[in-house]
């Protein structure tokens, strides 16, 4: 029987060993658990459509997220034990990429103590860092955690998109996009800096590959002149003029923000597209957010004499700000009635008064907007929302 010191010799033994940066994941897992004293553990990482969690080796079996303890610990990002069938106690760790959520690791032991609960805590923060550092480049990750083949201008699209969900300890974004295996022109994006959240989402015209193009180019135009200091209307210009250059005959609509993380402040900029919306405590601020919209970004923009304007406004600590593209809103219910923004903006007012995490209410919608679509959406949808809570001072 291992003791802690020889488990922890064991761990810095298997992470001083330059031999297991190359291992594939089952077997990286299998050592490590064994180097930490663990019995028997298991990585499930959840599909693209968050529904499944897919267990990264062939000795076990596919779980739904929902109704299942393996799906709660996912869904709460917390902690659950259960007994296990075949003797003994499974708990579920929740594997996290900072906020973003990449499935669960099921640890097996005759018995759970502290120190096993300790440990399997650091096996599922090692094996989260190492799966982020490997999915960007092992195909092995893609394929499990797809469950049918994606079209191309959804394949090309989402190599440009970042995490599903950013955050700190000030703010967290997050971002649900469908129909996964289908998407042709919409997109989002989020990025921190130490002061500063930026986010956008896109809606290009039409839905091929040329639609998926213009997204593309315009996310790289906008990061580019993000990443080199440019401020909010120099970054708009930026994207004009790369689509007026680039495809010229192509252009999309976006709402471009960015929120300083101190005050509170938000500017943004809307390129003729659906005005975000701001939820403040359990009501819907009407109109809080609602301008007159500039030409989408490209060409249009260019032939038009006015100027882009920024528009501003002050958050207060907790408020939720929800940006989408149309196909949010013009779905419609079983009812065959148009969902509407008061629809959008109350279910995430009923998960906001429940408790429920942020990433965990926008999962929960695009599923219920899927369902009564009765799982075929009419047009793209793509839903981003942020939540500010500043550090008390």
Known sequence: MSTPESSDAALQDFLADPAHLTLDLP???????????????VVYLVDIQQRHLIPQTDVASTIPVDGTLAGWAYRTQALRVEESDAGGITAWFPLLDGAERLGVLAVSQSALTSTSLTR?????SLLAMMI??????????????????MRLPAEMLRAFLPPRTIGNAQVVSTAVLEPAYEIGGDAFDHSLTETTLHVSVLDAMGHDLASG?????????????????????????????ALARWLPDKFCTAVLAQLDLGTGLLRWSNCGH???????GQRLITDAMERDADPPMG????????PRRTHEISLEPGDRVLMYTDGVIEARTR??????????????????????LAPESMRRLIHSILAMQEGRLRDDA????????????
Do not use: Q
């Not at 399997?120 to 599922?124: C, E, N, Q, T």
């Not at 659906?274 to 403040?280: D, F, V």
């Not at 009635?337 to 998960?351: C, N, Q, S, T």
């Open 120 to 124: 399997g805590r650091a096996l599922a």
């Open 382 to 393: 793509t839903l981003l929302m942020f939540e500010w809570r500043p550090l008390s001072r």
């Open 27 to 41: 077997t990286a897992v299998s050592r490590c658990a064994k180097a930490l004293g663990l019995r028997h553990a």
């Open 274 to 280: 659906p005005p975000p919306i701001l939820i403040r």
């Open 132 to 149: 982020t550092s490997k999915r960007a480049y092992e195909d092995s990750f893609v394929r499990r955690t797809r469950t049918e083949p």
């Open 299 to 306: 060409m249009p923009s260019l032939l038009s004499s006015r």
């Open 335 to 356: 009812e065959a009635k148009l969902l509407g923004l008061e629809r959008f903006a109350d279910y995430v007012i009923r998960a906001t008064a429940g408790g429920e």
């Open 213 to 241: 193009l213009t997204s593309a180019v315009s996310l790289a135009a906008c990061r580019n002149a993000r990443r080199t200091g440019a401020d909010l209307p120099e970054l708009v210009e930026c994207v004009d003029e």
